[in-house]
């Protein structure tokens, strides 16, 4: 499975954003689906996740501003990013297989969000 992750960029604070990846693989139906995030000097973060009956789970620093979401037919996944602040700014990868708790059979290449105060 390969992810191919866009849609970052440059965002005041208070703007949205929404991340798209795409995957190749028939499984991806199957797969739990997620996204990280890494700010400058930090360890990466869980952010989201996505399971293959639709239920999601969110980190508290994001929820009730982010909401991910899936379409199996066009085998993608989205971050939908509302109400962006300046902590939100980082490289946000998205991973697909879920093998354990924060650990993923397969990682996109990551795609930039930077938001400006």
């Known amino acids: 499975v390969q992810l191919q992750a866009c849609g970052g960029g440059l965002v005041q604070a208070g703007g949205s954003l929404r991340l798209s990846c795409a995957a190749s693989g028939r499984a991806f139906r199957s797969y739990t689906l997620a996204w990280f995030r890494q700010a400058p000097g930090k360890e990466r973060e869980f952010i989201a996740l996505i399971d293959w009956n639709i239920d999601t789970d969110y980190a508290d620093s994001v929820k009730g501003r982010f909401a991910i979401s899936r379409d199996n037919a066009k085998n993608a996944v989205y971050l939908q990013m509302n109400s962006l602040k300046p902590e939100d700014t980082a490289v946000y990868y998205c991973?697909?297989?879920?093998?354990?708790?924060?650990?993923?059979?397969?990682w996109g290449q990551g795609t930039e969000v930077t938001v400006s105060s």
């Open positions: 991973a697909a297989q879920r093998i354990r708790v924060n650990e993923y059979g397969y």
